[in-house]
């Protein structure tokens, strides 16, 4: 799950994000309107977490412009009691919430569970796969019923597997969901961290657990 986070406060911001980094978020961050629009457009995100009151676009502005630009893709505002545009006017603009500052994370963490179950219904509780089960609110993994001890990224990506079961991921599609904009592109990083997946789940017979798609990407079936 890819966060974008549109905050000029810089201590709310990376609060923020180390918070949801270790939920197993992968998060971007934009320090105002524009760069937030501009961000939300270019990348799939899976939520924005968008503050009002921004410097050279507020959020307000930016909701407009990426609705009108058809992105559907769940906004969660923030704001402070004394500056916040009527609730209304936000729905209208196409926020799916609505938060006013000071919030404690649990909150904000349970709107966002609440958002991301929403669409697609793709956010369920526990992910299975033959004997592999991810416990998303706990993140454990066990196989067996025995737990495997994974890194974040790890967890991550057989989340992402998990919940497109069926589906062939590609690489720029895992690039997406799973690794913010740091990552180079260019790099083995995909594959360096499904090999060591693969060695944890102990899926090295013929019949791959995680499959190799050639020069397609990667699926769980
Ligand atoms: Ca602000």
């Known amino acids: 799950m890819r966060i974008l986070i549109v905050e000029d406060e810089e201590k709310i911001a990376s609060f923020l994000k180390e918070s949801l980094e270790a939920e197993y978020f992968a998060?971007?961050?934009?320090?105002?309107?524009?760069?937030?629009?501009?961000?939300?457009?270019?990348?799939?995100?899976?939520?924005?977490?968008?503050?009002?009151?921004?410097?050279?676009?507020?959020?307000?502005?930016?909701?407009?412009?990426?609705?009108?630009?058809?992105?559907?893709?769940?906004?969660?505002?923030?704001?402070?009691?004394?500056?916040?545009?009527?609730?209304?006017?936000?729905l209208n603009a196409g926020a799916d919430d609505y938060l006013t500052k000071p919030f404690a994370f649990s909150e904000l963490l349970a709107r966002m569970h609440a958002l991301l179950r929403r669409p697609k219904g793709i956010e369920e509780e526990v992910l299975t796969a033959g004997d592999i089960a991810l416990d998303v609110p706990r993140g454990i993994v066990t196989k067996k019923e025995k737990e495997l001890h994974l890194t974040r990224k790890e967890f991550m990506l057989l989340r992402y597997l998990l919940q497109n079961k069926g589906i062939v991921l590609s690489r720029s599609m895992i690039l997406e969901h799973v690794w913010d904009m740091e990552v180079d592109a260019f790099s083995n990083t995909i594959e360096s961290h499904i090999?060591?997946?693969?060695?944890?789940?102990?899926?090295?017979?013929?019949?791959?657990?995680?499959?190799?798609?050639?020069?397609?990407g990667y699926k769980i079936c």
């Open 27 to 90: 998060v971007d961050v934009a320090e105002d309107g524009e760069r937030g629009a501009y961000l939300a457009c270019i990348n799939e995100y899976d939520l924005i977490i968008l503050d009002n009151m921004l410097p050279k676009k507020e959020g307000i502005e930016v909701l407009r412009e990426i609705r009108e630009k058809e992105i559907n893709t769940p906004v969660l505002v923030l704001s402070v009691r004394s500056e916040a545009p009527k609730k209304v006017d936000l």
């Open 195 to 216: 090999l060591s997946l693969r060695k944890k789940l102990g899926d090295t017979g013929k019949n791959r657990f995680i499959q190799t798609v050639q020069g397609r």
